[in-house]
């Protein structure tokens, strides 16, 4: 694909049917809809209806290497997560706007060429949740791999851990430094050990110095997301 292409061109190149006449993307619900019509109607119709589009432009997730790739969800992905992890369609719909409020990405230590949001959200219940979405970058876009919710802060904070000991790439926000100065915001899954939130901060206050503590922010400062 073509890397001077606007966005609208690299979603139709992926999704002819994913954006509206007036050239907005259409929600995961709408795109999802149409697929399931065209599988009823036409089943050999039905791939030019996948992959999902959830983003046109990655840009907005602060990490610099996805900027001008859409986010995509492949078909078989989207029945992994449902049926594995138990994610509806709806609440997926949203998936693009919480990877955007990430409270940390870092490089998958496990498989490479992968990245690992960190998301906080809410259960059905209404419950504060900590989920992980791992994505893994291609040509033509950044695909949706995995959907779960965190059990357990160990699994975390291993994770984490291990990337930061292999020297991965680790991207923060101002979010992050909300998340690691007050853990107990968020559900006991958030709460890393007292080692790794000090690394994670270490980062933090590396790129955002003037939110050391005692430090008073300069007009003019970047928030913008980088990689350590």
Not at 32 to 43: I, V
Not at 202 to 218: A, C, L, N, Q
């Amino acid at each position: 694909m073509a890397e001077y292409a606007s966005d609208i061109e690299k979603v139709l190149a992926i999704n002819p049917h994913a954006i509206d006449a007036r050239g907005n993307l259409k929600s995961l619900v709408e795109q999802y809809g149409e697929y399931s019509l065209a599988k009823e109607f036409d089943p050999k119709s039905t791939m030019e209806y996948t992959p999902f589009v959830l983003a046109m432009n990655c840009s907005v997730f602060g990490v610099p290497e996805l900027a001008g790739k859409p986010l995509v969800l492949t078909n078989s992905s989207l029945k992994h997560v449902r049926v594995k992890h138990d994610a509806q369609i709806a609440v997926l719909n949203s998936l693009a706007d919480e990877m955007r409020e990430n409270l940390l990405v870092y490089s998958d230590p496990e498989y490479k060429g992968n990245l690992v949001f960190v998301l906080a959200g809410l259960s059905e219940n209404g419950n504060r949740i900590i989920s992980i979405v791992r994505a893994e970058a291609h040509i033509d876009g950044i695909a949706v791999s995995q959907v779960r919710s965190v059990h357990g802060k160990r699994e975390l904070d291993e994770e984490i851990s291990r990337a930061l000991d292999l020297s991965l790439d680790v991207y923060v926000n101002e979010r992050t430094g909300d998340w690691l100065r007050n853990p107990r915001t968020l559900p006991d899954e958030a709460e890393l050990s007292s080692e790794t939130r000090q690394r994670l901060l270490s980062i933090y206050f590396t790129r955002f110095p003037h939110e050391r503590p005692g430090s008073v922010k300069r007009a003019g400062d970047d928030p913008r997301s980088v990689a350590e």
